[in-house]
């Protein structure tokens, strides 16, 4: 886990993703791809939850989470081909 602060004094935690988290994650996630700029899917598809929740449960490759006040805000993956 590594702290941060935030221009406005904020600070954010990032931390691997806990089995806890799939949720929030997941609906992080829907919120970008739905935006239709970053990522080429509208809607993140049920295997794609399946296969997020199983890598953060197994903690397969590195799943991080930002979080500010107990909130996650961000996440980041990499995972082994």
């Known amino acids: 886990m590594k702290k941060y602060s ?14 806890n988290d799939v949720r929030e994650v997941i609906d992080i996630m ?3 791809a739905s935006e239709g700029k970053y990522v080429p899917a509208v809607r993140i598809s049920d295997a794609q939850k399946e296969s997020i929740a199983k890598s ?10 930002a979080e500010i006040d107990g909130k996650i805000v ?3 993956n990499l995972s082994p081909k």
């Open 6 to 19: 935030t221009k406005d004094g904020r600070i954010v935690v990032v931390r691997q993703a806990e089995e």
């Open 30 to 32: 829907d919120s970008v």
């Open 56 to 65: 953060i449960r197994e903690k397969a490759g590195l799943f991080a989470v």
């Open 74 to 76: 961000g996440e980041c």
